[in-house]
């Protein structure tokens, strides 16, 4: 069954500590996404990686990091720098980049 | 800003009735434009996609027009269904498939079908 699953589908965690979210695809797809959407706005890009031990950085990068050490995982690493991690967290995935992203079912992050 | 960008934030139709959402962009460099939809709580789904070589593609129930002489796309949707309530976003790559590895996606209408 191919498809992009990201885990877990929330997540809680206290002000000040680092949390790392899961993204894996198994579509043999280059390219793969971050993405930060917050209530009501549109997807704001994190990071991006268009092939295995390279990315990079979105339009909101700070107080994120990612790495890409196998084609099918992309975890991205919340760390206690982003001044406000509270947010719904969507990982995608393209065959190429610049091409249809296919998107996993995301993980609401609570930072409390 | 955004080069993407919804002339409605919000739209209501009646169920069974046809809808249309409107997008604008304004780099006429872009070449290739993707529908998503998402309900609530859940990651986007490809609708639909369109090239600048085509002005429309019809999919099953939805039809993508693509005008670039005035730099618009719209999404119809035909005989909406109460499942068709989401928020619909436009999506665009500036260069096209091959040449900018990134997709600028609008702001996204909130679409409700009212039985």
């Known amino acids: 069954d191919g498809g992009i699953t990201q885990s877990p589908k929330y997540l809680f965690r206290k002000e000040g500590q680092n949390v790392t979210l899961s993204c894996e695809q198994n579509?043999?797809?280059?390219?793969m996404y971050w993405y930060r959407q917050d209530p009501g706005q549109g997807l704001r890009l994190i990071y991006y990686?268009?092939?295995?031990?390279?990315?990079q950085k979105g339009d909101i990068a700070e107080g994120y990091s990612v790495s890409r050490e196998k084609k099918e995982s992309f975890p991205l690493t919340v760390t206690s720098a982003q001044k406000n991690p509270t947010a719904f967290y969507l990982c995608?995935?393209?065959?190429?980049?610049?091409?249809?992203?296919?998107f996993g079912p995301g993980t609401r992050l609570t930072v409390t | 800003g955004e080069s993407v960008g919804l002339h409605l934030p919000t739209l209501s139709v009646q169920e069974g009735d046809n809808s249309i959402i409107n997008c604008a962009y304004s780099?006429?460099?872009?070449?290739?434009f993707i529908w998503y939809k998402q309900e609530s709580g859940k990651g986007p789904q490809f609708i639909i996609d369109?090239?600048?070589?085509?002005d429309k593609r019809q999919g099953q129930r939805v039809t993508v027009l693509l005008n670039k002489t005035v730099k618009h796309l719209s999404l119809q949707i035909a005989a909406t269904q109460p499942g068709d309530s989401a928020v619909y976003f436009c999506?665009?790559?500036?260069?096209?498939?091959?040449?900018?590895?990134?997709?600028?996606f609008g702001t996204g209408t909130r679409l409700t079908i009212i039985p």
């Open positions: 369109i090239r600048s070589n085509m």
């Open positions: 999506a665009e790559n500036p260069k096209g498939n091959f040449g900018n590895e990134k997709l600028t």
């Open positions: 579509l043999n797809h280059d390219a």
């Open positions: 990686s268009q092939i295995v031990n390279d990315f």
């Open positions: 780099n006429s460099a872009s070449d290739y």
């Open positions: 995608a995935s393209s065959p190429w980049a610049g091409g249809e992203q296919y």
